[in-house]
Antibody
């Protein structure tokens, strides 16, 4: 059974860089067939796609966040990461990592991590 | 960019009722539409993808329909455990573009 586990970030200060990792178990990032994504949800608000990384290593980002986001894969650790620079209070959210179904359904998320709460405050 | 608009934003219905949630895309998206259920404090759960394909393990009282710009998620007989917020999602690959609707909160009357 595939499981995803986000790391903790907790409380970070405005202008700092948010760094999260998503550890994958029960599947290998190296085998291909899936993309790996980050999605966030501010308190009481809707889900927002942050970006995705494909097996090829190519990453794609939400246009509204593109200038501040980097998603990378660590194949040796079977995990992928998110960096979001210059955070503000608007970046306070639950951050989820997710895997899509397969190559025919890229962007359909059938496996999610439990989410990690990130609070931005001075 | 494609915008996804759900209606209603909240809905109250009785156990056993048929419930329908609508999602409209700002332009045609073929059938690149998924639906998720998110119970309070929980992780989103995939219900439907490709507009009408039920995800494995999802009860058959859930169904999705539509194509182009207008889509629906229906629950044929509302159950207490269906209390949740439901999100539609547009998806496209190569390059990926993913947009969620604003959500529809479903409650039991």
């Amino acid at each position: 059974q595939v499981q995803l586990q986000e790391s903790d970030s907790g409380l970070i200060k405005p202008s700092e860089t948010l760094s999260l990792t998503c550890a994958v178990s029960g599947d290998s990032i190296n085998t291909g067939g899936h993309s790996w994504s980050w999605i966030r949800q501010p308190p009481g608000k809707a889900l927002e796609w942050i970006g995705s990384i494909y097996h090829s290593g190519s990453s794609y980002y939400n246009k509204s966040l593109k200038s501040r986001v980097t998603i990378l894969v660590d194949r040796s650790e079977n995990q992928f990461s998110l960096k979001l620079t210059s955070v503000t209070a608007a970046d306070t959210a639950v951050y989820f990592c997710a895997r899509d179904k397969n190559i025919w359904n890229h962007g359909v998320f059938d496996v999610w991590g439990l989410g990690t709460v990130v609070s931005v405050s001075s | 960019d494609i915008q996804m608009t759900q209606s209603p934003s909240s809905l109250s219905a009785s156990v056993g009722d048929r419930v329908t949630i609508t999602c409209r895309a700002s332009q045609g998206i073929n059938n690149n539409l998924a639906w998720y259920q998110q119970k309070p404090g929980k992780v989103p759960k995939l219900l439907v993808y490709a507009a009408s394909t039920l995800q494995s393990g999802v009860p058959s009282r859930f169904s999705g329909g539509g194509s182009g710009t207008d889509f629906t998620l229906s629950i044929s007989s509302l159950q207490p455990e269906d209390v949740a917020t439901y999100y539609c999602q547009y998806y496209k690959s190569a390059p990926p573009e993913i947009t969620f609707g604003q959500g529809t909160r479903l409650e039991i009357k």
